[in-house]
């Protein structure tokens, strides 16, 4: 019997070459340096700029950091899984777990009771690379895993390699 959160053996070598991908490098890359990033402002000028705001805005600017760092965190922690995977320390289906999923809800906006507009640039301008980050990843994910796992059809281009193998011999 095989084990539903078994990956087939296309989707196995789908999650491999993606982590062996020059894509991969480059989100892990931008990822790890957008977290970077993101903790150095909020520990230092964030810090400091968030403490001249009115207090509704003190109060937008904390509910922002922690949904934007709560969105780092998920797309780090999703980005290392990949990175396991293409080292060897984890096997693809092992990454297919529901664990290392995205989180499915979507994150709350911002409340626009709260005094947004009056939020500092900088932070703005860090949740939106991180929104969009976030939705490439989640597409990545959606695609290698999720989608994939209703829909277990061969894909196009492995299924025309397995057909050459066969009529080659090799």
């Known amino acids: 019997m095989i084990e539903a959160n078994a990956p087939s053996d296309w989707r196995a ?15 892990f890359q ?3 340096e957008l977290v970077e990033e993101t903790a150095g402002y909020l520990d230092g000028a964030g810090r400091q700029t968030s403490k001249s705001l009115s207090r509704n805005a003190a109060l937008a600017y904390a509910a922002e950091s922690m ?4 969105r ?8 290392l899984v990949q990175r396991a995977v293409r080292e060897g320390d984890m096997a693809p289906a092992a990454a297919c777990e529901e664990r290392y999923r995205l989180n499915s809800e979507e994150a709350r906006a911002a409340d626009p009771d709260h005094a947004t507009d009056e939020l500092p640039l900088e932070l703005l301008e860090l949740v939106d690379r991180a929104e969009r ?3 490439r990843v989640r597409h ?14 061969p894909h196009p281009v492995l299924s025309q ?10």
């Open 140 to 153: 990545l994910d959606r695609r290698m895993y999720v989608e994939g796992a209703v829909d277990e059809a």
């Open 133 to 135: 980050l976030y939705d």
């Open 67 to 70: 949904r934007l760092t709560t």
């Open 30 to 32: 931008e990822g790890m």
């Open 72 to 79: 780092l965190m998920q797309v780090a922690s999703w980005l």
């Open 161 to 170: 390699i397995d057909r050459l193998r066969q009529a080659f011999g090799t």
């Open 13 to 27: 070598e789908v999650i491999q070459d993606f982590a062996r991908s020059e894509l991969f490098e480059r989100t």
